[in-house]
């Protein structure tokens, strides 16, 4: 059995590394893009400034690459082995890598004579970084500042010189230059050349020279960035057993990162952090809620079956679940959190707004006053949440229970039981029941990777900020690093569900055997 | 045990209630195996897990009779008035009974030590150690092999006639005074049959233990019945000593059994069919007395015009003795008289009877 | 059966478990209780140093001195406040500090004290300021935590001092010197410094490692800002520009003592470190390790160290609840005493007199609200132009669309017509919208030659193509499915074919850039009292994926958007933005459907609470002490 957990396990990794790929590519072929997403909040702006912003989120999410190469990149970054230069971690905790490097602005060469690119330059030999930490860290931090300037201030030049060359085609009429959406052909460029008698042309030289030597500036301080780094000031972030950091040759171990969400800026892992929790603890108390009351409303059920607690019971579980969530949580809200009707329940939220105030257990205070106490506070309001939750499940546990028992009531080995004196009781226990395990198991793989993609509806209604919301609003927001992350977590926990169900099929059935 | 004028019936959902047995009598004494046999559907069954009411009620019901059971304690009760708590007792501790199929007739997700252990447990107040060493020895009575070992096996792991043997070792545990083995080498094929067989055979020797073997095989009731119950549509129509049924068969329906049974060394273009005997109504004027009325019951044919039925449920039919140890199922004519009539009761054993010839020459004479 | 795991072993395990949790527990609220009586302990040595200090001050002893006749000599100026740190030749503007429009502390039923809640129809996902340009850090973050150098006034939207005292403003409007008031102080007790000023531009706007850029593009103006002595700076323009005063002026200024220690990958990925010189702060001072996070609500706490008069209320709680029914749930529970509502709830709670005894619906447009517009594209579609390039087909459009009609069945009459794209005050509010006329319309669509040339029902031109066009809209719009249903049905009474497309809202970038669309429904907000629509409607913006994406072209309009732009003169601006208005009320580039008031449910628990052209003033409101919690 060890040996089938192990390949299933490993396993996972394969089948997560598609499922990534597939989403990847979707997004990627999907309309907007970030730019949109960020855009759209902006609102309107000049012409120049958009172009700019644009260029810019680019340049910082990498955008402007092949698909494939940021697919592979973002692989790297997940991937606990990396390769290559180790990344540092400063003092704060975030990781601080190689300088990026720098692309020619469009059509170098076209405009002025060969060879006057400048090339790279080489990081200069001696470079002094300071003797503390402090200094380090200042030295750093004034040369990565710099670069960062200097990058910007490149990017702006690259971007004049790209609306010189729309302003020059838009012109002389090379409309087939420009794509639907005013994105540059270079190619045509390449092909048909440039006519130095139009007066837009001297406008593309000028906006190129200046080009060139935000160029020349930005290669400078990126060279100076690259010595410091490769100083080291920061310590690495090669991951290390009692001092000894694990690498071999290229490869090390490091931190996998899961990177920054477009829309918040924030590290993903932080987002799912602070949503997984919450949505974990609605499920926990709403599983076994739905399984202690599912599952003997089944029995009951198949054992009384025909009577009118079988029909009743059916009858009201299934009325329950035709109910819609939106409806149900609105009713819930209305009659029971609203002061105008029965005021039992808080409206939203998860915690009192006091909450940090009060104690975690309930007590009794001076003037005999019950207090709730947080923990009991959180309960309270996770209740309506909760049973909104909880209400659809019933039916499909109830009527599977009830299925399955009364498929076992007429099973040979219950004549046999019964023939040698066991009570009805003990038969429907220990005899039906634990065969009737196996339909109850299945459920329980589908139900526990739904867990955590939580419900979006009940969330939303009760202001709850959960995983069912995280998924919703970067699929929204096009926000692909945490789509991606969301999606690992999702597939991993599905196969990890279907995993913990198979043991438990084993455990249940000693006829399954993964030997 | 004696099954006194028994009629069960159940429920038929938009119809009729279905007469599964009505008005059957038979006896089982200590080591003595009464065989019943009857085509599918004629009720051996039914009167078998009556006598443990094992029939669910709904929709079944036991309509009228009794059957009378001497318990361990000396008591005879009758099986039909005990409560359930009184009937649990005596299942498995005083009646036990095994089923068709051992595939399926042991619960998957335990294992034997645990099945036979719950058996045990249930009747008698012993520790879970001495359970299971009760188990083992009786896995050891039945002939399953490294008995400890396979406490813990799973009833997957085992075969056929394996599992058969530990049902039989679990219905055994409690050592009861009558076994209902319902067709229990029906699934399993021959060699193993007569193995389990055997097995019956000296389990009850050893025991004083009757046996009612319900089957539909007639060499089985051949090799291993002391005492023969013919039933057809939920009535006994033959009930005789195994020699005196397979030497002089009285109910065409009987004969039409044993003729339909190919013999080795016949040749014939077609076998005889029990139809082509029952239709003919020569073969029900071949009872003693046939002239005064005497006819076999047979609910194909339209009653006598001499039926003089009795009061009350299955007045037209009586279990008659017509000879010594041989009772036929009759029309109720003047001749055969309208009083109510006693089960029958054979005490015989053909091991204790000196002038029984040995089993084999009674199998020959069947095949 | 017995040698399992039996019900007896499953309660025993869960009765231990449940022990051990209970311990947890108990571990966990001692230490709770001992971190908060650490942090009691800690404000009060803060404070004792504090008083400490104060006491030795006083020891030594204050000089209390009158101005000196040096400071006297030194640039007397005819109003006699000191002037010396300001530029010759230019006059001074001395504005009004900016204080409460109405002004509470006379009424009987003034009290301090108390808790304002306001409920947030969503989350905020950061409060560091500049780091994204969402609203809600606008509403908490600026005015409430941070300040400003100046502020318009509640009432008359001019601009009033706040961190600045007085500014000196280049006639050329390249250059702004602005004096900080000499008591101005963080919340910690530092004081407002130019320094300060010039990192908040410079080192974290400007910044290129910090996300701030959309900032950087509302202060893209600014050259750079020079310190001339700790309480005078200098702002230096690239060009004059009517909002250059906005784009210095109206920003919050950070502390440079509390934002330079952390890193800019901190500052970009923190949700929380927001401190200023504000009358509020949060309780305790923001540090990475802890920030305020998404899934708490917002609670600020009076800052004691405040430069001016405190604030009246002691403490400010923000709320954040999505969804309508369960945010009008919770006020009228009573757990908020803002919260903004939809057209339908205030119809519905306008009816109902037992729930106006408590509360108050308003509904008012204000120099924050906005408008809604269909945005015809009045250049080339893929080559043809549409229909809408002849400004008499689009002038006939708005005259077939009864706007009072959308605005009572869509709005419940809370909106009013819009003419143009300007806030209330800024354009010619005299301007009269066309009125719904449908024979009006079918003349104009004959004039620009649109009739039913075929008698099939439906119009066409000389070339006998038919008048057809596509409405778009985008998923998750609220009216756009009613109001294309609606505009389509009136055209095609006239004879107007109408296809509408649904597309999702990411598409609309591409079909904007591509100006691949006929018509378009648009929501636009204002954030200040002058509204510069040279991005949405001059001629230049059209290329390189402007935002003038419906190809709007008139000479005349744009004349007029590049001399209001540069103009510095307020009064000889408004002129201008008269005549903006008119001309493009008359060529009706979009069609402006309705401005869209600002709905807000408010407690009749707090007091003061005024409808003004700025919006509403939390400043100003106070809680009577019976209605404090």
């Known amino acids: 059995m060890t040996a089938y957990i192990i390949r299933r396990l490993l396993l996972v990794i394969p089948t997560l590394i598609g499922i990534s790929f597939l989403v990847f590519m979707l997004i990627a072929l999907s309309p907007g893009g970030i730019g949109a997403a960020v855009r759209a909040q902006a609102g309107a702006q000049s012409t120049s400034s958009l172009g700019l912003q644009e260029a810019y989120l680019e340049d910082r999410y990498g955008l402007d690459d092949p698909v494939i190469v940021q697919y592979l990149r973002w692989l790297a970054r997940i991937s606990p082995m990396k390769f290559g230069t180790p990344d540092q971690i400063d003092p704060t905790g975030a990781v601080v890598r190689a300088p990026k490097t720098l692309d020619l602005p469009p059509l170098a060469g076209l405009w002025y004579a060969e060879g006057a690119v400048p090339g790279d330059l080489a990081p200069p030999d001696d470079i002094e970084i300071g003797e503390t930490d402090e200094e380090k860290n200042l030295t750093y931090r004034a040369a990565a500042n710099e670069y960062a300037r200097e990058r910007i201030a490149y990017i702006g030049a690259s971007v004049e010189v790209e609306q010189a060359l729309r302003s020059y085609a838009i012109a002389n009429g090379m409309r087939h230059a420009l794509e639907a959406d005013n994105d540059l052909k270079l190619d045509v460029f390449k092909r048909e050349g440039f006519d130095p008698a139009f007066p837009e042309y001297a406008e593309i030289v000028s906006a190129g020279t200046l080009s060139l030597e935000a160029l020349q500036r930005a290669r400078q301080s990126r060279a100076h960035l690259q010595a410091v780094f490769d100083a080291r000031p920061y310590p690495r972030a090669t991951w290390t057993i009692l001092g000894i950091p694990l690498r071999l040759g290229p490869v090390h171990l490091a931190t996998p990162d899961f990177g920054v969400s477009f829309s918040t800026s924030r590290p993903v892992v932080d987002l799912l952090a602070e949503r997984l929790p919450v949505t974990l603890l609605l499920n926990l108390v709403a599983f076994p809620i739905i399984y202690v009351i599912a599952v003997p409303m089944g029995m009951l059920a198949a054992i009384r079956q025909g009577t009118w607690i079988d029909t009743l019971g059916g009858a009201l579980v299934v009325a329950l679940w035709s109910v819609p969530v939106v409806w149900a949580g609105v009713l819930a809200l209305v009659f029971l959190a609203s002061n105008q009707n029965l005021g039992l329940f808080p409206v939203s939220g998860l915690q009192d707004p006091d909450s940090s105030a009060m104690t975690i257990l309930p007590f009794f205070n001076g003037e005999g006053v019950w207090q709730r106490g947080a923990v009991l506070d959180v309960f309270w309001h996770v209740a309506l949440p909760v049973s909104c939750l909880v209400y659809t499940g019933f039916a499909i546990l109830a009527k599977q229970t009830r299925a399955a028992m009364l498929d076992n009531f007429n099973a040979d080995y219950v004549r046999t039981a019964k023939a040698k004196g066991v009570a009805s009781r003990d038969i429907v226990f220990r005899h039906v029941f634990r065969n009737s395990l196996l339909p109850l198991i299945t459920i329980f793989a589908t139900l526990f990777p739904a867990m955590l993609s939580g419900s979006v509806v009940v969330e939303s209604i009760f202001s709850i900020d959960g995983m069912g919301k995280l998924v919703l609003e970067s699929i929204n927001q096009r926000d692909r690093e945490l789509l991606l992350a969301n999606v690992l977590l999702v597939g991993g926990v599905n196969l990890l569900g279907l995993l913990i169900a198979d043991i438990l099929y084993a455990l249940a059935d000693p006829r399954i055997s993964y030997e | 045990m004696v099954v006194d004028d028994l009629a069960v019936s159940f429920d038929n959902a938009g119809g009729p209630r279905i007469q599964a047995v009505d008005g059957v009598r038979m006896s089982v004494h200590p080591r003595q195996t009464l065989a019943v046999v009857g085509e599918s559907g004629c009720g051996k069954s039914v009167t078998a897990m009556s006598s443990m009411q094992l029939i669910p009620r709904p929709p079944g019901r036991f309509d009228r009779g009794e059957i009378r059971f001497a318990r361990k304690d000396g008591s005879r009760t009758d099986l039909l008035t005990l409560s359930e708590k009184e009937m649990r007792e005596v299942r498995g501790a005083e009646i036990a009974m095994i089923f068709q199929e051992p595939m399926t007739s042991l619960n998957p997700v335990y294992t034997i030590g645990d099945q036979i252990v719950e058996a045990i447990r249930l009747h008698q107040e012993v520790k879970v150690t001495e359970a299971r060493d009760i188990a083992v020895r009786a896995m050891d009575d039945v002939g399953i092999p490294d008995p400890a070992a396979r406490l813990s096996a799973y009833p997957h792991q085992f075969s056929g006639g394996m599992r058969q043997r530990v049902m039989i070792a679990m219905a055994l545990a409690c050592q009861p005074r009558l076994l209902l083995a319902d067709e229990p080498t029906t699934a399993l094929d021959v060699t193993i049959q007569a193995q389990i067989l055997e097995l019956l055979r000296d389990l009850q020797a050893q025991r004083d233990m009757g046996v009612m073997l319900i089957t539909h095989a007639l060499g089985v009731v051949a090799e291993n019945a002391d005492v023969v119950c013919v039933m057809y549509a939920g009535r006994v129509v033959e009930y005789a000593t195994v020699l005196e049924l397979f030497d002089n068969p009285m109910h065409p329906y009987t004969r039409g059994l044993l003729r339909s049974i190919p013999k080795l060394g016949e040749r014939a273009d077609r076998l005889t069919t029990i139809k082509q005997i029952v239709d003919n109504e020569d073969e029900f004027r071949q009872l003693p007395r046939a002239d005064d009325g005497v006819r076999p019951w047979w609910p194909w044919h339209d009653p006598p015009e001499d039926l003089v039925p009795n009061e009350g449920p299955a007045g037209e039919y009586a279990l008659h003795r017509v000879a010594n140890d041989h009772w036929v199922g009759l029309w109720r004519t003047e001749a055969v008289g309208s009083e109510r009539q006693d089960a029958p009761d054979l005490q015989y054993r053909l091991a204790d009877d000196p002038n029984a010839p040995s089993r084999t020459a009674t199998v020959k004479t069947v095949a | ?629």
């Not at chain 3, 306008?350 to 120099?367: K, Q």
């Open chain 3, 1 to 629: 059966m017995e040698s399992r795991f039996g019900f007896k072993d499953f309660v025993l395990f869960a009765m231990i478990v449940g022990i051990g949790l209970m311990v947890f527990l108990v571990i966990w609220q001692r230490d709770r209780q001992f971190t908060q009586l650490r942090s009691i302990s800690d404000q009060l040595s803060q404070q004792s140093t504090a008083l400490a200090s104060l006491n030795r001050t006083l020891e030594r002893g204050l000089v209390v001195s009158a101005p000196t006749a040096s400071a006297q000599a030194a640039q007397a100026s005819p109003s006699g406040r000191d002037e010396s740190w300001a530029r010759p030749g230019v006059p001074v503007t001395w504005p009004e500090p900016w204080g409460p429009a109405n002004d509470p502390r006379d009424e009987p039923d003034f009290a301090m004290g108390g808790t304002l809640t306001e409920i947030f129809e969503g989350v905020p996902r950061k409060l560091t300021p500049f780091t994204l340009n969402e609203v809600y850090i606008n509403r908490i973050v600026q005015e409430v935590i941070c300040e400003s150098l100046a502020m318009f006034a509640s009432d008359t939207l001019d601009y009033h001092g706040w961190l600045a005292e007085a500014w000196q403003y280049d006639p050329n409007g390249l250059w702004l010197r602005v004096k900080i008031h000499d008591d101005a102080r963080f919340s910690d007790g530092q004081p407002v410094t130019a320094e300060d000023v010039r990192f908040t531009y410079m080192d974290y706007i400007h910044n290129p490692e910090i996300e701030a850029q959309e900032f950087v593009a509302q202060t893209e103006n600014v050259q750079d800002v020079v310190v001339v002595s700790e309480k005078v700076c200098d702002f230096l323009f690239k060009d004059a520009a009517f909002d250059n005063l906005y784009a210095a002026l109206r920003f919050s200024i950070l502390p440079k003592h509390y934002y330079s220690q952390f890193t800019p990958s901190q500052l970009n990925q923190s949700t929380g470190l927001a401190m200023g010189s504000g009358p509020y702060r949060f309780e305790i001072t923001p540090s990475p390790a802890n920030q305020w996070a998404p899934g708490q609500p917002v609670v600020l706490v009076r800052n004691e160290n405040y430069w001016r008069d405190p604030p009246f209320v002691d403490r400010h709680r923000y709320t954040f609840i999505q969804d309508n029914v369960a945010r009008l749930t919770a006020f009228d529970n009573g757990d908020g005493d803002i919260m903004r509502s939809t057209p339908n709830q205030t119809a519905l709670k306008l009816s109902d007199p037992e729930w106006l005894e408590g509360h108050t619906a308003r509904a008012w447009p204000n120099m924050r609200s906005g408008y809604a517009i269909v945005a015809f594209n009045c250049g080339e579609r893929n080559g043809r132009p549409t229909p809408f390039s002849d400004k008499r087909v689009r002038l006939g459009m708005t005259h077939l669309i009864d706007r009072d009609r959308v605005n009572r069945d869509f709005y419940e009459g809370l909106g009013e017509v819009a003419t143009g794209p300007f806030p209330p005050g800024q354009g010619d509010d005299s301007i009269e919208a066309w009125p719904y006329d449908v024979e009006r319309a079918v003349e104009l669509f004959a004039e620009a030659g649109w009739i039913d040339r075929d008698g099939d029902g439906f119009l066409d031109n000389e070339r006998g193509d038919r008048f057809t066009f596509e409405f778009i809209y985008t998923t998750g719009s609220s009216i756009g499915p009613r109001l294309s249903r609606y505009m389509s049905d009136q055209c095609e009474r006239v004879g107007i074919e109408v296809t509408i497309r649904v597309v999702d809202w990411s598409m609309l970038e591409s079909i904007r850039d591509a100006r691949d669309f006929d018509t378009l429904i648009q929501a636009w907000s204002w954030t200040s009292p002058e509204s510069d629509v040279y991005q949405l409607f001059h001629s230049s913006q059209i290329e390189n994926q402007g935002d003038n994406w419906i190809q709007y072209t008139n000479t005349e309009a744009d004349a007029l958007m590049e001399r209001g732009k540069r103009e510095v003169d307020a009064n000889v601006r408004k002129q201008i933005w008269a005549d903006l208005h008119r001309a493009l009320h008359e060529d009706q580039p979009y069609m402006f459907m309705m401005q869209l008031p600002w709905l807000r449910f408010t407690s009749n628990r707090v007091k003061n609470i005024h409808e003004y052209p700025v919006g509403i003033n939390k400043m100003e409101m106070y809680i009577p002490l019976e209605n404090q919690r």
